[in-house]
């Protein structure tokens, strides 16, 4: 199970390699209202390869390279984490949540979370997709998690997705204005 933290600053976590992230800037931010959390954006100079993946057409697309900007959104005391890609221009990619076994704020400044394999996917035209379902499942055949966490993942994953649905456009709305908040300032 892997731990990610949302500050990239150093990059560790990531799977891929950034030569240099550019401008970076993060502070605290409340989403929907009522949830707390931390947040940060920044603009990728340079990457070793890019990241592109297959929409449901199976159709290429490209989340991450140089000159792409990306928004996180980490919430304290709930079981997502809050990802978004951008294009050079800044157009919205897609929004994308990781499930997680809870939030950790020991450190405020560098929060993280124990990414629980299941994911789901808001697109800019407001598709939703639910991702790696399997992965959660064989986590649990294998023991490498609890039946119990299992369901529990399962229960938040199908309350975010319904949260999603009655909320698309002020989800959609809310990722836009912060990253562009935040990247005025890079």
């Known amino acids: 199970m892997k731990e990610k933290y949302a500050v990239l600053r150093d990059l560790k976590q990531s799977h891929r390699k950034y030569d240099r992230i550019g401008a970076y800037v993060s502070g605290p931010c409340v989403f929907a209202g009522r949830i707390c959390g931390r947040e940060c954006a920044y603009r990728i100079e340079a990457t070793e390869k890019p990241l592109v993946i297959r929409d449901d057409n199976g159709a290429e697309k490209v989340l991450s390279d140089a000159g792409y900007y990306w928004y996180h959104f980490a919430p304290e005391g709930q079981y997502?984490?809050?990802?978004?890609?951008?294009?050079?221009?800044?157009?919205?990619?897609?929004?994308?949540?990781?499930?997680?076994?809870?939030?950790?704020?020991?450190?405020?400044?560098?929060?993280?979370?124990?990414?629980?394999?299941?994911?789901?996917?808001?697109?800019?035209d407001g598709k939703l997709r639910v991702l790696d379902?399997?992965?959660?499942?064989?986590?649990?055949?294998?023991?490498?998690?609890?039946d119990e966490a299992c369901k529990k993942t399962l229960r938040q994953g199908e309350a975010l997705y319904v949260y999603l649905i009655e909320n698309t456009e002020e989800v959609l709305s809310f990722v836009r204005k912060r990253a562009e908040a935040l990247l005025k300032e890079t």
Do not use: H, K, Q
């Open 80 to 124: 997502f984490w809050l990802s978004a890609a951008f294009d050079p221009a800044r157009r919205l990619l897609e929004v994308y949540f990781d499930l997680t076994a809870g939030s950790n704020f020991s450190d405020p400044e560098n929060p993280c979370f124990r990414d629980m394999y299941l994911d789901i996917v808001l697109t800019e």
């Open 133 to 146: 379902r399997d992965e959660l499942l064989a986590a649990r055949d294998t023991g490498v998690i609890s």
